[in-house]
């Protein structure tokens, strides 16, 4: 069956595509988990959907409009949580609820829900031309070359954002790389697997890693492996079942949480 | 002149003023301790050094050639922290990464320095342990053990005793102490007031601004002191 899956021009694509977006969501996954930041991911595909219905309005190419938008939420996001007058879960509601608002406006306006529009609403990884494949994979290239590149700076100012300050490391650079980090990969991922459905591709992993390692390192590499299986497992079963992309890679990932948790309690004795 | 001088800093949150016009040096190899009711601006004061809050006025200056990157910092623990995948390794080594400059990665220096670190501090054992999964005292030690892989000049730390028993805080005391004999300018504010004294060769005493700063023996003949030590007299800054 794997042979006849590959046998695809699309199925080709949405693999590569897939596996790099899996492994960029699940290792920024781990840093903003542990850093309380879950939801970001959730709130910028909001704006991401907002995004690309305009732009699908205006006849522009949904990718490259998205991409810059979102990424200026991020920024915004950020600024909004650290003033401290409106709290970081709050912030993320705010301006998630209110782009998918326009979103909503803009497409009811410009014809009603048409196939692109649900397809970015549930994924649609199949339906990928070229261009996309090639802005795909450059991003990801790239998000994870730099986090590669920043891994120890990620790592201190996930751990101790303060310490990082105080002793002199731009702990705010850092804060803004990992949310430009994010912004690109949900917006390559809600390709694949839908505005409602992203936040599981970079919560899940982190999750089920930390379930059962102890370090920062190994939980991160736990993560990347656990994304990408599961998002090989989500799409054999959506081939042979006829059933969507991205609910099936949610699905692998919450049966792999449920693995993991159980390793962990054998294991190490904890609930 | 002075590591640390500040110049008339007040400190503050959005309309909160918590540290007002403090004015303080902090000599190379001293040993500061900062004492005060809760919410007189102790915290607050040690984030105005560190430069993580920016003066409202007034200036803190560096000097003899301390850099940013030269101070080392003992936070109080965050919630955060107590549930973090990280092993004790990682936690120190990330102490060295104010050295690294532009390199992304430690090098064999930074290593070196880490293990020193574990070593001086008596968690070399825990190397591989999970932080998160280590005794309170033993989690001390390890940021400890990051703050020291930080600076070799100037560590402040913020309540390092909090949620210690007796014990344990003796012996991070004891290390504080060794720390300081080496060299090493401390600036630590405690509510243990009777070991901290018993170490430190200065005292400040905060309430909103400063109430008293001098020797140990100055203070224990002040009113601050005196009210702390159990005679409440009249005059004493705890009343105002």
Same mark, same amino acid.
């Given at each position: 069956?794997? #042979? ?50 305009? $732009?699908? $309005? ?6 490259? %409009?998205? %991409?810059?938008?979102?990424?200026? #939420? ?22 998630? @609820? ?37 802005? +795909? ?20 100012? @996930? ?52 379930? %059962? ?6 939980? %991160?590499?736990? #993560?990347?492996?656990? +994304?990408?299986?599961?998002?090989? #497992?989500?799409? @054999? ?14 699905? $692998? ?13 054998? @294991?190490?004795?904890?609930? | ?54 003066? !409202? ?66 968690? !070399? ?46 012996? &991070? ?30 005292? &400040? ?34 009343? !105002?």
């Amino acid at each position: 069956m794997i #042979a006849e899956m590959l046998s695809y021009g699309f199925m080709c694509r949405a693999l590569v595509v897939g596996t790099l977006v899996s492994l960029c969501a699940a290792l920024l996954g781990v840093s903003l988990v542990l850093k309380r930041y879950a939801m970001i991911g959730d709130g910028l595909s909001h704006v991401g959907f907002g995004a690309l219905s305009v $732009a699908l $309005a205006m006849n522009l190419s949904p990718l490259k %409009v998205s %991409v810059p938008v979102v990424v200026l #939420a991020a920024f915004g996001l950020l600024r909004l949580s650290e003033s401290q007058r409106i709290k970081g879960d709050s912030a993320i509601a705010l301006i998630s @609820t209110s782009s998918m608002a326009i979103g909503v406006i803009v497409t009811s306006l410009s014809g009603g829900m048409n196939v692109d529009v649900y397809g970015y609403m549930f994924g649609s990884i199949l339906s990928m031309n070229m261009e996309d494949v090639y802005l +795909s994979v450059g991003l990801s290239a790239v998000v994870l070359f730099l986090f590669f590149l920043f891994y120890h700076r990620i790592f201190a100012v @996930t751990f101790d954002e303060n310490f990082a300050r105080a002793t002199g490391i731009r702990a705010d650079r850092y804060n803004i790389l990992l949310a430009l980090l994010t912004a690109v990969t949900v917006v390559l991922g809600m390709r694949m697997m839908g505005t409602l459905l992203i936040s599981s591709l970079i919560i899940f992993p982190a999750l089920s890693a930390m379930r %059962v390692f102890k370090r920062f390192l190994w939980v %991160v590499l736990c #993560a990347a492996l656990i +994304s990408v299986l599961c998002f090989f #497992a989500g799409m @054999t079963v959506s081939f042979s079942l006829s059933i969507p992309t991205g609910a099936s890679v949610v699905i $692998a990932n919450l049966t792999c949480y449920l693995l993991m948790s159980l390793v962990g309690t054998i @294991t190490l004795g904890r609930g | 002149m002075a590591l640390l001088k500040l110049e008339g800093v007040s400190l503050g949150y959005e309309h909160l003023i918590a540290a007002q016009d403090v004015s303080l040096s902090i000599e190379a190899g001293e040993y500061l301790v900062v004492v005060g009711e809760n919410g007189s601006g102790k915290s607050t004061l040690i984030k105005g050094m560190l430069g993580l809050l920016h003066p !409202r006025k007034g200036k803190v200056l560096m000097g003899e050639g301390l850099k940013k990157n030269q101070i080392g910092y003992m936070p109080q623990q965050s919630a955060m922290q107590r549930d973090f995948p990280a092993s004790v390794y990682e936690v120190v080594l990330s102490g060295c990464l104010n050295r690294c400059g532009l390199k992304p990665f430690y090098g064999g220096r930074a290593r070196t320095r880490a293990q020193y670190a574990m070593e001086r501090l008596g968690i !070399r054992a825990l190397k591989d342990e999970c932080y998160r999964e280590l005794s309170g005292g033993q989690q001390q030690r390890v940021l400890l053990a990051r703050a020291l892989c930080a600076t070799e000049k100037l560590l402040l730390l913020d309540e390092p005793t909090a949620g210690l028993d007796p014990m344990a805080s003796q012996e &991070l005391y004891n290390l504080i102490r060794s720390l300081n004999e080496e060299g090493v300018a401390i600036v630590m504010v405690s509510h243990d007031i009777g070991a901290a004294l018993h170490d430190a060769n200065r005292v &400040l005493c905060m309430h909103k601004t400063v109430s008293f700063v001098g020797t140990v023996e100055e203070y224990m003949k002040s009113d601050c002191g005196r009210f702390l030590w159990g005679c409440r007299e009249e005059g004493c800054c705890h009343d !105002r």
